[in-house]
């Protein structure tokens, strides 16, 4: 196999780089013609770089279930197997095949299991004088949290409150920001005290945020960027499909992609009645981290609770502006169970 294509991958940064830097040609790999073609031993310093992240582990995953998995490198399977194992037989990795199982470096491991350590040492051992030299010095945390988005005027976003009683008024546009600090409870991104703004990006979503139920009535109010508010509104996006075609920096881009995993799982996980507000420690202590080292006004993570929803967490309400309320009543909720 001497070329491949555009159509071979789904990287965006690595597409970039076949579009500007290729030629017009016949595809080795996947077949396409009149398209632009790079040879394939131009890419082999990024994948060298790329299995140096891997190490062959009996009880580990195959190689391009990993690779796919996580960033979704290649247009499809067929493409992935083909240029894997032609790459593979071109250099001196110990790892021979696509399909072998492999895990991530012990020094990937060790960087992103961190988190779990981490998670238990703010909840039960210290909580204020975390060793922060440790996570930007020795870890890099610093730089893990570069992917981001900018609100645009016109994106709208949602937030709601549950009425208590039925034929209660709709609640006012002031009503429906955060809460005064002095009221604010500590929240999955927001310690007590320090109110932050939760929105979510459709309607929909944020039904399922406030844990509506059958017949209940809510109130729902529209927000979009604040005018008065004269700069950027930068968000830290944890929902960005992450890319991998970075040279030189391909560890970096793999441990930034595998933490924020950790780290968005941990912010959409839903409440439950008998959880303590404990377990919120960690996700806020992240939080403040990114919006001080990252100089970010808030982060946006997906929805654990509505699948096609993300959502919002603005470190400065002020930064957007509630422009209408409704008042809506539930209709119908689909509840599923599984036994456990």
Known sequence: MQFVCKKCFSDKELIGFIVSQGKTGNCDCCKSVD??????????DFFKELFDNFQVKQEGKSLISLIQGNWNLFSDLNCGHKILNEVLNQTDSTISSSEDLVDFSEEILEN????????EQLKWERRYFTNIDTLTEDLGWDSFFESKTIVNEDEEYYRARLHQ??????YPIDKMSSPPAQYASAGRANPIGIPYLYLSDNQETILYEVRASYLDEISVAIFT??????????ISDFTEIPTLYHPND??????STLLKQLISRDLSKPMRRYDSEIDYIPTQFICEFIKIFTNVQGIKFRSSLHNTGSNLVLFNQETMKCRSVKKVQISKVNIKAREI
Do not use: P
């Not at 398209?35 to 082999?44: K, P, R, Y």
């Not at 992103?112 to 350590?117: L, P, V």
């Not at 391909?250 to 441990?255: A, D, G, P, Q, R």
């Open 112 to 119: 992103i299991n961190y988190w779990s350590f981490l998670k």
């Open 250 to 255: 391909v560890n970096k881009k793999i441990k």
């Open 225 to 234: 960027k604040n005018e008065e508010y004269q700069n950027e509104i930068i």
């Open 165 to 170: 009683n039925s034929q209660e008024e709709i």
């Open 35 to 44: 398209v632009e073609t790079v040879e394939l031993i131009e890419l082999l």
